[in-house]
C-alpha cells in the first residue's frame, strides 16, 4: 500500500514512423512533443504543447515519452492512426515526476 502513495503506474512508449513520408512524420511528431512556432520573421516565438506535455507526460526522447497509465490508450491510438508502430512497457516511477 506505501508503493501506490510514493510511485504511479505508468507506460514507457517508444514509436516509429518508419514508412510514412517526411511530412506526415512531422506532423505527428509535433502533435505529440509539441514545437517552436515562429512569426514575422522570427521576431515572435511561440512554445505549442503537444500531447505528452498537456496530459502531464514526460518527454524522454522525440519518439519516446512516458505517459500517465491512464492516458497512454489516448497516445497510442494516435501514433496507431497516423500508421506508426508502437512499443510500450508498463513501470512504475515516483509521483513527483508528473505534473498533474
Known amino acids: 500500500m506505501f508503493r501506490f502513495i510514493l510511485s504511479m503506474e505508468a507506460i514507457l512508449i517508444s514509436y ?4 510514412l513520408s517526411k511530412t506526415e ?7 505529440l512533443v509539441g514545437y517552436t512556432d515562429r512569426s514575422n520573421r522570427g521576431n515572435y516565438t ?4 503537444g500531447l505528452i506535455v498537456s496530459i ?3 518527454i524522454i526522447s522525440r519518439s519516446t515519452f512516458i ?3 491512464n492516458k497512454a490508450k489516448e ?7 497516423r500508421d506508426g508502430s508502437v ?4 513501470i512504475n516511477i515516483p509521483r513527483k515526476y508528473f505534473k498533474d
Not at 512524420?25 to 502533435?31: A, Q, T, V, Y
Not at 497516445?75 to 492512426?81: R, T
Open 87 to 90: 512499443s510500450y512497457w508498463e
Open 56 to 58: 502531464g507526460g514526460i
Open 67 to 69: 505517459v500517465p497509465k
Open 16 to 19: 516509429t514512423t518508419k514508412g
Open 46 to 49: 511561440y512554445k505549442r504543447k
Open 25 to 31: 512524420s512531422s506532423k505527428l511528431s509535433k502533435r
Open 75 to 81: 497516445i497510442m491510438s494516435h501514433i496507431k492512426k
